[in-house]
């Protein structure tokens, strides 16, 4: 186990009121592997700590106050006997040894400056930047807030991605599942969304985490150097654990991301968490339930698996007014094998989301990217958070999208289509690349409306599909040059006034007019 988790909780330990509880002494009865088995702690606690003596009669006090006392993480709780994972070096640990309870469940030290920074699944800064101090000791491990300490979801969390934000609207205090097979653009997907944030204002701008679980090295570090490149790390953590660590840590790594993000949550402000992603973290909770010699349940998880990860994401909230107003969206990401969705982490975390944006390897491939698939997306409680402006325009892109799908499974078979049928295949076309995207060019909201509303009153009529990116790229070009004022009014505005979408008709007309090379049929 890693020297910061003994450091740590030493430190943790050191601060302990020990005259508290009535302590609970239990012995030793097996050890293997860094687990320990443990007879005789009544009333322990998940995740609590404990700590090992080799006397026979020292206090708790004393064996804390050992300089190589040797501490332990509860991590099963069986009818007689708890297990723990030694936070040390475990040859050290003996049968018929003295363990003592702490009454103390693992937390991280959390404070403000920890935006920014890239730390470990303890809050321990190892970005080389120095030390972070902590404010306040966050549990890692906590019940959720109730029902009645909630409030309905109702501001959006712009993802920057037009399909997305468009059609899969997510909400602030949301559970969305970015769901795909490897390599289809899941991580760039979350990244973008953390990227847009940027173009918030200031006071709405949520603080970004980003929980890497057991993702490569320099993976992780390339993601980070996006972020700072777009401005975006100086609202944004990173919790970072390789593939390399041992299980335990990649098992803390999302529940950490959880604390820092409960921080700020409790004090008014809106989080959004990434947990990039689920599937290795239930495949660290399986090797260590492995270790642990916990039954093997389905495909060899431990059964609690799904109620793991739905305490870890039922902490994502949106708080009640009385309670600060604060948010925690989340973003978890889960890994199919070819598209299999019905494998059982991915039927889990489905059930235990508020929607899916899946992604498909062959629009992928296609070049359709993102590769959402629109067809099976959904968000569940966005839509009443999107903004009045964005609701107007995307009515329309949606049912284009769906007449299209149709269509184009039939136009296979069919081989001479009438001028209509054909006509609306075109303008699906259209629909699908003004969709595309590049990575890392997340769209501000107002930029999309304007030009969702545009393609939705004619602004492609009478180009060529070929023609769409580069004409929405001049078009939005043209409004900011010339029509800024309409874009600062959709900013600020969130709604289309009939005066607005006056000028936006004209905005429509005017460019076509200037740029009739693009319009070759028409003219
Ligand atoms: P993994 O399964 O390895 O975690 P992933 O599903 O998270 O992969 P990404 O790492 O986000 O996928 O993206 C895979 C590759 O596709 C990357 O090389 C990325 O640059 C590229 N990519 C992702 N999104 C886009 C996009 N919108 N346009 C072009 N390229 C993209
Ligand atoms: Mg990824």
């Known amino acids: 186990m890693s020297s910061v988790i003994i450091e740590k909780i030493k430190q943790e330990i050191a601060n302990l009121d020990t005259t508290a509880a009535p302590q609970s002494v239990g012995t030793v009865t097996s050890v293997g592997d860094?687990?320990?088995?443990?007879?005789?702690?009544?009333?322990?606690?998940?995740?609590?700590?404990?700590?090992?003596?080799?006397?026979?009669?020292?206090?708790?006090?004393?064996?804390?106050?050992?300089?190589?006392?040797?501490?332990?993480?509860?991590?099963?709780?069986?009818?007689?006997?708890?297990?723990?994972?030694?936070?040390?070096?475990?040859?050290?640990?003996?049968?018929?040894?003295?363990?003592?309870?702490?009454?103390?469940?693992?937390?991280?030290?959390?404070?403000?400056?920890?935006?920014?920074?890239?730390?470990?699944?303890?809050?321990?800064?190892?970005?080389?930047?120095?030390?972070?101090?902590?404010?306040?000791?966050?549990?890692?491990?906590?019940?959720?807030?109730?029902?009645?300490?909630?409030?309905?979801?109702?501001?959006?969390?712009?993802?920057?991605?037009?399909?997305?934000?468009?059609?899969?609207?997510?909400?602030?205090?949301?559970?969305?599942?970015?769901?795909?097979?490897?390599?289809?653009?899941?991580?760039?997907?979350?990244?973008?969304?953390?990227?847009?944030?940027?173009?918030?204002?200031?006071?709405?701008?949520?603080?970004?985490?980003?929980?890497?679980?057991?993702?490569?090295?320099?993976?992780?570090?390339?993601?980070?150097?996006?972020?700072?490149?777009?401005?975006?790390?100086?609202?944004?953590?990173?919790?970072?654990?390789?593939?390399?660590?041992?299980?335990?840590?990649?098992?803390?790594?999302?529940?950490?991301?959880?604390?820092?993000?409960?921080?700020?949550?409790?004090?008014?402000?809106?989080?959004?968490?990434?947990?990039?992603?689920?599937?290795?973290?239930?495949?660290?909770?399986?090797?260590?339930?492995?270790?642990?010699?916990?039954?093997?349940?389905?495909?060899?998880?431990?059964?609690?698996?799904?109620?793991?990860h739905s305490r870890l994401l039922e902490r994502s909230a949106k708080l009640s007014q009385e309670l600060g107003g604060g948010s925690i969206t989340a973003l978890p990401i889960i890994e199919t094998q070819e598209g299999d969705v019905s494998a059982y982490i991915p039927t889990n975390v489905i059930s235990i989301t508020d929607g899916q944006i899946f992604l498909e390897t062959d629009l992928f491939n296609k070049g359709i990217r993102p590769a959402l698939n629109v067809g099976i997306s959904v968000s569940r409680v966005g839509s009443s958070a999107q903004t009045k402006a964005m609701k107007k325009v995307s009515g329309k892109i949606r049912l284009e999208l769906a007449q299209f799908r149709e269509l184009e499974a039939f136009m296979q078979f069919a081989s001479d289509l009438d001028e209509e049928t054909k006509a609306r295949i075109e303008s699906g076309r259209k629909y699908v690349e003004l969709l595309k995207q590049d990575q890392n060019d997340p769209m501000p909201f107002y930029r999309q409306v304007m030009v969702i509303y545009a393609a939705n009153n004619g602004l492609f009529t009478g180009a060529s599909v070929e023609d769409t990116k580069a004409i929405e790229e001049a078009y939005l070009s043209f409004v900011e040059r010339d029509r800024k004022d309409i874009l600062d009014t959709i900013e600020t505005e969130r709604a289309l006034s009939d005066e607005l979408t006056a000028q936006m008709d004209k905005s429509i007309t005017d460019f076509k007019e200037a740029n009739s090379k693009f319009y070759a049929e028409a003219a």
């Open 34 to 308: 860094g687990i320990a088995e443990i007879d005789g702690l009544k009333d322990a606690q998940m995740m609590e700590m404990v700590v090992f003596d080799g006397s026979d009669n020292k206090s708790l006090e004393e064996v804390i106050a050992a300089d190589n006392a040797l501490y332990g993480l509860i991590l099963n709780l069986e009818e007689d006997t708890v297990k723990v994972v030694v936070l040390g070096e475990s040859t050290h640990v003996k049968e018929g040894m003295r363990v003592l309870r702490t009454n103390k469940l693992l937390s991280i030290p959390v404070s403000e400056s920890i935006v920014g920074r890239v730390v470990n699944p303890l809050g321990e800064a190892i970005d080389g930047k120095g030390e972070l101090t902590g404010k306040k000791d966050m549990p890692i491990e906590r019940v959720a807030y109730g029902v009645m300490d909630r409030s309905g979801v109702d501001e959006p969390v712009h993802t920057g991605i037009k399909s997305i934000d468009s059609m899969i609207p997510i909400g602030r205090g949301q559970r969305e599942l970015i769901i795909g097979d490897r390599q289809t653009g899941k991580t760039t997907i979350a990244i973008d969304t953390i990227i847009n944030q940027k173009y918030e204002p200031a006071d709405k701008r949520p603080i970004c985490i980003y929980v890497a679980v057991g993702q490569k090295r320099s993976k992780t570090a390339s993601l980070m150097a996006k972020l700072e490149e777009a401005g975006a790390m100086e609202y944004t953590t990173i919790v970072a654990t390789s593939a390399s660590e041992a299980s335990p840590l990649l098992f803390l790594a999302p529940f950490a991301g959880a604390a820092i993000g409960e921080y700020f949550m409790e004090q008014g402000k809106d989080v959004l968490v990434v947990f990039d992603d689920l599937t290795k973290h239930a495949n660290a909770y399986r090797q260590m339930s492995l270790l642990l010699r916990r039954p093997p349940g389905r495909e060899a998880y431990p059964g609690d698996i799904f109620y793991l």
